[in-house]
């Protein structure tokens, strides 16, 4: 964790994230690496999957480092590694002989009983990549359990459990037990974050791979959020290549809560309030769900973006009041006396402002990180969906 920011208890929120000074626009205030990763591909996927199992890079089917597991091949498994040195080190850690061996066991059970959903395949993925982390970092897995989710029991974890509990773990003293699956499962449900194929136009973006980070789980979602993640899996060629990376997308004071949006901030309110309920658990009270809970249907289909004719009208009307808000908080402002921090930025400013307005796109704009804290914030933004990168207006 940056000094920039530090966890606290938050009522009604749990344990938080806030900014210990004044945070500006654009800066880097978080950088995580997952302690776990899994595919995202089911195990009867329609379309081929061309990405590494290790380190998550898209991969060209045609080059000759290009390594298939023969043991999972010979299951009706297809796990890929873009090169020889991928492959050794995934069978050191989450491509291990024993994980090899327990997604195996699981192929003819999982099309057995749920041949189509989806869900319970990622979960057993999940399943076995936790139980990895436990055998080959123990420090790790103990960060993972110390997360939120304590789980329920459900029909689809008694299922994964009977077949896990028969695959002997290699590690004296680890007994894998039904509560513990029960937990682990909760824990992926509320904290993984989703590594995204890249933007294509006209196409639906799909989810390449899970993973858990340890230092990003304790955000917060808020449907108008001040912070927003990026991630450059294809772009970095380093070993961080799928390291998460949150940035500011404007100006807070010290003290503030910093939260991200759990998927794109154009979802219609209802949309967002059945994913929040049904994802994770709970009912979204944000500033923002307090005043569309009240707007009629025609209003809401305006709400997502600042090119529709929903939110011209209000546009016009907040004109002033916009302005007013980014002096503000470019003065650093935002805590003076009769100021409500929950009006900071008005839904149709934000849209507006920090909105990416490429097709189909629906990503967030946070300006490129300042080269240090005391330059001034750069005017060029930063799309972290599509990458596109506009100059502020």
């Known amino acids: 964790m940056t000094p920039a920011i530090t966890i606290t208890e938050i009522q009604g929120r749990g344990r938080s994230l806030i900014s210990t000074r004044q945070l500006k626009s654009g800066e880097i205030i978080l950088k995580d690496s997952p302690i776990l990763l899994y595919s995202a591909s089911s195990f009867v996927s329609k379309t081929p999957h061309f990405f590494c199992s290790n380190c998550f890079k898209s991969i060209n089917s045609q080059s000759p480092s290009l390594v298939s597991c023969q043991s ?54 999940f399943l076995v990549a936790a139980l990895c982390l436990g055998i080959v970092s123990p420090e790790g897995f103990r960060v993972l359990m110390s997360l939120q989710g304590d789980g329920k029991d459900s029909d689809e974890a008694r299922f994964i459990y009977s077949v896990i509990k028969d695959v002997r773990v290699p590690v004296e003293g680890f007994v894998v037990s039904l509560e513990i699956v029960v937990a682990l499962l909760d824990k992926d449900k509320l904290n993984a974050f989703g590594l995204m194929e890249p933007f294509e136009e006209g196409k639906e973006r799909a989810v390449r791979a899970y993973g858990i980070y340890p230092n990003a789980s304790f955000f917060n979602h808020d449907c108008l959020p001040n912070a927003c993640r990026f991630e450059y899996v294809d772009k970095n060629s380093g070993g961080d290549n799928t390291d998460m990376v949150i940035r500011m997308i404007h100006d807070v004071p010290s003290g503030r809560e910093i939260c991200l949006s759990y998927f794109p901030v154009n979802f219609k309110f209802g949309d967002r309030q059945k994913r929040l309920l049904e994802d994770y658990g709970f009912k979204c009270e944000c500033d923002r769900c307090r005043v569309e809970a009240n707007w009629s249907d025609d209003e809401e289909d ?71 804290l005391s330059d001034s914030s750069s005017d060029l933004m930063e799309c972290n969906v599509c990458g596109n990168l506009t100059k502020d207006s």
Not at 84 to 110: G, M
């Open 72 to 125: 999972c091949s010979s299951s009706g498994l297809s796990t890929l590694f873009c090169s020889p040195e991928c492959y050794a080190t995934a069978k050191q850690c989450f491509h291990s002989p024993w994980a090899c061996e327990a997604l195996r066991r699981f192929v003819s059970p999982v099309l057995s009983c749920y041949p189509d959903n989806v869900e319970v395949h990622l979960q057993v993925r």
């Open 302 to 372: 305006g709400d997502g973006g600042g090119d529709n004719e929903g939110m011209e009208e209000e546009e016009e009307e907040k004109e002033e009041e916009w302005n007013d808000d980014e002096q503000m908080v470019e003065d650093g402002m935002a805590e003076e006396e009769g100021t409500d921090q929950n009006n900071d930025f008005p839904h149709a400013y934000f849209f507006v402002k920090y909105m990416c307005n490429r097709n189909g796109c629906g990503g967030t704009l946070a300006p490129l990180p300042p080269r240090s």
